[in-house]
T-cell receptor
Framework: SQQGEEDPQALSIQEGENATMNCSYK?????LQWYRQNSGRGLVHLIL?????REKHSGRLRVTLDTSKKSSSLLITASRAADTASYFC???????????FGQGTELSVKP | DAGVIQSPRHEVTEMGQEVTLRCKPI?????LFWYRQTMMRGLELLIY????????DSGMPEDRFSAKMPNASFSTLKIQPSEPRDSAVYFC????????????FGPGTRLTVL
C-alpha cells in the first residue's frame, strides 16, 4: 500500500507564483524526502527532513513536517518555468529499510 | 563523478525474448536499487542490494525477473521471457550508508515489449 500520497495530483501556476504540494503518509517514519523528475529523466533528490525536524530550507524550497498529522508540504517560492516537473515524496517503511514513493504531483509553471 | 549509469537507454523487444538491463552505481555507494515506473502503478521498488547482497526482493513481480550484483560496480536486471506488460521505465539508483538516505537515480531504461 502507498506510504506517501501527494496532493494535488496536478498543479498549474504562473511564473513567479508559489507552489505548494502536500504529502501524507500512514506509519511512523525516520525521514521524509522530496524528489523531482523532469520528463523523460530520472528522479533527482531535493531535500531530506528527519522525523525530529519541523522545517527545512534549501534555496527556494521550504519543507515542513508534521509528524502528529503524518503530513509534509513542499513549498517552491517564486516559481520558474524550469520548475515544471513531477514532484514525489518518499518515506521509509520504518521496517525493512525501503523508501516508498508516492504517485507524485505534476507541476506546470507557465511563463 | 559520472553518476549512476544505465544501459541501454531504450530497448524494444518482442514478447518471449530475454531482456538484460545494466547498471553501474556511483563509486563508493553500498546500496543499489532497481525500480520500475509506469503510469498505472507509479514508481515501484523491485529489489535492493547492500554490499552486493540482495536484501529485499519482495517487489520482484514473478520468477521471470531476476537481478544480480556480481561486484560493487555492476548490477543486472533480467527479464526472461519478456511480456508486453513488462513495458515500463526501469530505474537503477544507489545510495551510501543507509537505504533511507538520499538516493541517486540513473537516467532509466525505457523498455517496450511488443
Amino acid at each position: 500500500s502507498q506510504q506517501g500520497e501527494e496532493d494535488p495530483q496536478a498543479l498549474s501556476i504562473q511564473e513567479g507564483e508559489n507552489a505548494t504540494m502536500n504529502c501524507s503518509y500512514k506509519t511512523s517514519i525516520n525521514n521524509l524526502q522530496w524528489y523531482r523528475q523532469n520528463s523523460g529523466r530520472g528522479l533527482v533528490h531535493l531535500i531530506l527532513i528527519r522525523s525530529n525536524e519541523r522545517e527545512k530550507h534549501s534555496g527556494r524550497l521550504r519543507v515542513t513536517l508534521d509528524t502528529s498529522k503524518k503530513s509534509s508540504s513542499l513549498l517552491i517560492t517564486a516559481s520558474r518555468a524550469a520548475d515544471t516537473a513531477s514532484y514525489f515524496c518518499a518515506t521509509d517503511d520504518n521496517q525493512g529499510g525501503k523508501l516508498i514513493f508516492g504517485q507524485g504531483t505534476e507541476l506546470s509553471v507557465k511563463p | 563523478d559520472a553518476g549512476v549509469i544505465q544501459s541501454p537507454r531504450h530497448e524494444v523487444t518482442e514478447m518471449g525474448q530475454e531482456v538484460t538491463l545494466r547498471c553501474k552505481p556511483i563509486s563508493g555507494h553500498d546500496y543499489l536499487f532497481w525500480y520500475r515506473q509506469t503510469m498505472m502503478r507509479g514508481l515501484e521498488l523491485l529489489i535492493y542490494f547492500n554490499n552486493n547482497v540482495p536484501i529485499d526482493d519482495s517487489g520482484m513481480p514473478e520468477d521471470r525477473f531476476s537481478a544480480k550484483m556480481p561486484n560493487a560496480s555492476f548490477s543486472t536486471l533480467k527479464i526472461q521471457p519478456s511480456e508486453p506488460r513488462d513495458s515500463a521505465v526501469y530505474f537503477c539508483a544507489s545510495s551510501f550508508g543507509s537505504s533511507y538516505n538520499e538516493q541517486f537515480f540513473g537516467p532509466g531504461t525505457r523498455l517496450t515489449v511488443l
